[in-house]
Nanobody
Framework: QVQLVESGGGSVQAGGSLGLSCAAS????????MGWFRQAPGKERERVAV???????NYADSVKGRFAVSKDNAKNTLYLQMNSLEPEDTAVYYC????????????????????WGQGTQVTVSS
């Protein structure tokens, strides 16, 4: 069973930076697609950034040029570096993974990711 544990959330002023980490366990090798989703109060959970088993990435338009997703296969850890944060980035951020769509996940929605972390709060104040 894949388990995901996020860390690194917190509060920051607009224009600041934060980094998130997601430690994964319960699978072997690098045949996994992982990503970050977020959910703001009253809104649906949306995809933020995804990285597939080949290292290719896909970002939501709202975070392009500001956020960077990366994965350390040796440590089974996913990262999200968030720069130039805006109040609109305030949300609970979730780490997610799929083994089934490890190579074809870049444009898939949250329903295709079968494993989820517990979430970590990111708050950006103006």
């Amino acid at each position: 069973q894949v388990q995901l544990v996020e860390s690194g959330g917190g509060s920051v002023q607009a224009g600041g930076s934060l980094g998130l980490s997601c430690a994964a366990s319960g699978y072997t090798g690098s045949n996994v697609c992982m990503g970050w989703f977020r959910q703001a109060p009253g809104k649906e959970r949306e995809r933020v950034a995804v990285i597939n088993m080949y290292g290719a990435t896909n970002y939501a338009d709202s975070v392009k040029g500001r956020f960077a997703v990366s994965k350390d296969n040796a440590k089974n850890t996913l990262y999200l570096q968030m720069n130039s944060l805006e109040p609109e980035d305030t949300a609970v951020y979730y780490c997610a993974a799929t083994l089934l769509y490890a190579g074809s996940c870049l444009n898939r929605g949250r329903e295709d990711f079968g494993y989820w972390g517990q979430g970590t709060q990111v708050t950006v104040s103006s």
